[in-house]
């Protein structure tokens, strides 16, 4: 068989690749993508030679089993098939004595690995939305360490494996610590264990707290409450009580105060388990090594799936990282966005209209369908109605456009009643006309009160934000022509409404205020942004596109280069070459955005977050919106470090900056300014960043405190 075409390395990054698949197996075993986390815990193998050939052998021909069948290449690069062989090689290493018989079992094994892997990921991904885990593990190593007596030439080490013995001084607590860190990888030396302390704590503080939280209860449990079987303690400590601290707390879900709470939760169903589990797998002759935290964390994730709501704790509904990172994207969320949820919803009409009912007001927004919202159009002298307003056609609002609040499925569609006469309400069907779309699970969106006939969707239709799927009328319980608007998590028609907030509002008064999320109330006059081509076409970011940049603060200029690229998840991206940042961004129909930047300060695109991380397409003096920059960016790396250790347990707060855009010539121009000022404030910050039609970014300007910034584009020209 030629194999040249899977490792044909002479291809650029074809090295990078199978360095990152070697690593990337290690460090995903503390749930990290981190090629130096992966280092360190290579290098801690070391201190038993046997176990360090053993897991390098492994995860090398997991890898290469994976390429061979033809499988992700990502999946491969990220250690996705490697880690799980990489416990095989490790758990062959330490029960079994070396012998070339071996070969016949250990062999298949990685093979079967990978293929039960792959499986897996499939099937508990696409049906459960649930991660693998370790489960391929346990799934060929229990059985072959079961067979493995009935093999010729196989000689287990069970047997021989001394017991383990905690100590509750506070020197031996520290050195059980350690052993129990080692025995993630099936070393439990304390030398290995301080290598892995230092890998943990450079993946992340947060979780290395999380690791003292699951240890220190399983010393409390063990001292006082379960009569746990000494054998391979340490390996049990440190697969169950660890790991299931930190993925409980930090990985899976946003580490908070109520995280922390389920983390313990999980740990004590983890000790149950392991107490049930060990008797019984005892009598088979085996170990429980980490079966309790399969269990245990299938168990959780998939019952917090199934929340109607959300929240305390939130689950990381974005591509997870390191426990501080996934706090950071969440806290940014919430500080710029207003965002508790994913999905947002927009404003179901075009114009400015009037809110005439907001949530929990009288007469009908009560008790189960507080959270609902009313809205009619009225003139400069806040009339609603032309001529005597005795007709309905005579109000303003009357069978103008009503639109989808977002993409979804039509799950309801009622047309074919007629339009009541002005003050003479229909109280039988209290809806009136309707059209219901699901957005997500427990996630329905009504508007009701529509013109006869005036839908042309049909139910099981799909619709897309903006779609027109009906017009404004008075049907139903309508006395006027009006439009009624509310969130459910059910499909049926009358179901208690839920909290429903808007995204990109224009709050209308003596000037314009665009609010990223709003909960309109009654009396304010609300519209969506007035999209403008020209200043849409300043936004110009071609995929594949490399930019130079010419950077200066102070004294120092330095050059970089930036890609436009998308990354395995979809998102459009700016990266820079140079410092290994990344700016993840969107074009949406009416704004531009960046959501978030990661990487080194030094890049000029954190130059570019700062000075235009939200611009609608819409240019005007009057028009401002104001934007919150995470603080944590403009902290040194000694306070950021601090800030991590405490973020779970208090809000963070950012700058609020003050934002106007306006059209010079064929320039954008966006201006940014905070200028809280007190004894104890962060200093006054000045942007400015300049975009061109037809070309894109320009350049980005920064002043903090003397300090100027500036990051200009070689290459400003069409």
């Known amino acids: 068989m030629d194999l040249s075409r899977y490792f044909d390395l002479k291809k650029k990054g074809k090295w990078s690749d199978v360095l990152d698949s070697f690593l990337l197996s290690y460090s995903q075993i503390f749930f990290s993508k981190d090629r130096r986390v992966g280092a360190l815990m290579f290098v801690a193998t070391a201190v038993h030679p046997d176990l360090f050939i053993g897991g390098s052998i492994s995860v090398l021909l997991c890898n290469l089993f994976a390429r061979l069948l033809n499988l992700s290449g990502e999946a491969i690069r990220t250690g996705m098939f490697g880690y799980n062989g990489l416990l095989i090689g490790l758990a062959f290493t330490f029960f079994f004595k070396a012998d070339p018989t071996l070969l016949v079992v250990f062999l298949p094994a990685l093979f079967f690995i990978v293929l039960v892997t792959a499986a897996l990921r499939s099937l508990l991904g696409y049906y459960f939305n649930l991660p693998v885990l370790t489960l391929p593990f346990l799934m060929v190593f229990f059985p072959v360490l079961s067979a493995s007596k009935n093999i010729q030439g196989i000689i287990s080490n069970l047997k021989e494996v001394a017991p383990s013995v905690f100590e509750f001084s506070f020197f031996e607590i520290v050195i059980s610590y350690l052993k129990s860190l080692g025995a993630i990888l099936f070393i439990p030396d304390a030398a290995s264990g301080a290598i892995l302390f230092i890998a943990l704590l450079l993946f992340s503080r947060i979780a290395t707290i999380l690791s003292f939280m699951g240890f220190a209860m399983a010393v409390a449990l063990i001292r006082w409450v379960f009569n746990f079987p ?32 389920l983390a313990g939760s999980a740990v004590l169903l983890c000790a149950i388990l392991w107490a049930s589990s060990a008797e019984l797998l005892s009598s088979l002759g ?4 980490i079966l309790p935290f399969n269990l245990t964390l299938l168990t959780f994730l998939y019952a917090m799936n199934q929340r109607t709501l959300d929240a305390h704790p939130k689950s990381v509904d974005f591509e997870p990282d390191t426990p501080e990172s996934n706090l950071f ?11 508790h949820f994913q999905h947002p919803i927009s404003l179901p009409f075009l114009g400015i209209w009037t809110c005439t009912q907001g949530p929990a007001t009288p007469p009908t927004h009560q008790a189960f369908w507080e959270h609902a919202y009313d809205f009619e159009v009225k003139d400069s002298s806040g009339k609603p109605f032309k001529n005597g307003g005795q007709e309905v056609s005579d109000y303003l609002c009357y069978k103008l456009p009503i639109l989808a609040c977002a993409d979804g499925q039509i799950v309801k569609v009622i047309t074919h009643l007629p339009d009541n006469p002005i003050g003479e309400p229909n109280l039988k069907e209290n809806w009136g006309n309707l059209v219901m779309i699901q957005h997500g699970p427990s996630r329905f969106s009504m508007v009701c009160h529509l013109a006869a006939g005036s839908s042309r969707f049909k139910e099981g239709d799909f619709v897309r934000k903006g779609d027109i799927i009906g017009l404004c009328g008075n049907s139903g319980r309508s006395s006027v022509p009006h439009l009624h608007f509310h969130l459910q998590a059910t499909s049926r028609i009358g ?3 839920i909290h429903s907030e808007f995204h990109e509002v224009v709050l209308e008064g003596q000037s314009s205020l665009l609010i990223s999320t709003y909960v309109p109330h009654e009396r304010d006059r609300i519209r969506s942004v007035n999209r403008n081509q020209v200043v849409a076409d300043c936004f110009i970011f071609p995929i594949g596109q490399k930019i130079t940049l010419i950077c200066r603060s102070g004294d120092r200029q330095w050059n970089e280069e930036v890609e436009t690229s998308i990354d395995l998840y979809g998102h459009l991206c700016l990266s820079s070459l140079t410092h290994k940042a990344c700016l993840r961004f969107e074009n949406k129909n009416s704004l531009f955005v960046i959501y978030d930047f990661e990487g080194s300060h030094d890049s000029g695109l954190s130059i570019l977050y700062a000075s235009a991380p939200r611009v609608p397409y819409e240019s005007g003096e009057n028009l401002t919106y104001h934007d919150t920059l995470p603080l944590r960016h403009f902290l040194p790396k000694m306070r950021r470090a601090l800030s991590d250790l405490t973020a779970p347990f208090f809000n963070r707060k950012g700058l609020k900056m003050e934002y106007q855009c306006r059209l010079n010539g064929e320039n954008l121009i966006v201006s940014g300014y905070f200028s809280k000022q007190n004894p104890h404030s962060y200093p006054p910050i000045e942007t400015r960043a300049v975009f061109r039609e037809g070309l894109g970014w320009v350049e980005s300007h920064l002043h903090r405190k003397g300090e100027k910034v500036e990051v200009i584009r070689f290459d400003n020209k069409k």
């Open 286 to 289: 085996l170990p429980v090594l």
């Open 329 to 339: 994207h969440y806290q940014t969320r919430i500080m710029r966005f207003g965002s």
């Open 495 to 497: 179901s208690p409404t």
């Open 230 to 261: 000494m054998e391979h303690l340490y390996l049990s400590v440190g697969f169950n009580f660890i790991l299931t601290s930190m993925a409980m707390g930090g990985v899976w879900f946003v580490p908070q105060k109520s995280s922390f709470l």
